[in-house]
């Protein structure tokens, strides 16, 4: 009479898989934090290039002032360098 179930595994049989099993999960993971790794460095580059293409004049512009003097101009004349320019006009007004 043929067992109609799944066939049986030996100890030794059992403890193989078992073992081929948590190597193969130990590399998936390391080959998941290498990943994450060079996305982060990926992600950190990106960041610091388009910090970089940021012009000297304007570091020390916050991004509030242009807000209030977007708020303040019409909307047919807003454009970010009227913005920029109105920044510039108190500042050097208010250092004579």
């Known amino acids: 009479m043929a067992s109609s179930g799944p066939p049986r595994l030996s100890k030794v049989?059992?403890?193989?898989?078992?073992?081929?099993?948590?190597?193969?999960?130990a590399r998936r993971e390391q080959l998941l934090r290498q990943a994450g790794g060079r996305q982060a460095e990926e992600i950190s580059l990106k960041v610091k290039?388009?910090?970089?293409?940021?012009?000297?004049?304007?570091?020390?512009?916050?991004?509030?002032?242009?807000?209030?003097?977007?708020?303040?101009?019409?909307?047919?004349?807003?454009?970010?360098?009227?913005?920029?320019?109105?920044?510039e006009i108190p500042s050097s007004a208010s250092a004579v």
């Open 49 to 87: 290039n388009r910090l970089n293409k940021i012009l000297r004049k304007f570091w020390d512009i916050k991004i509030r002032d242009i807000l209030e003097v977007e708020r303040e101009m019409p909307l047919d004349q807003l454009t970010l360098l009227k913005v920029l320019r109105q920044l």
């Open 13 to 25: 049989h059992k403890q193989r898989l078992i073992q081929r099993f948590k190597r193969e999960t």
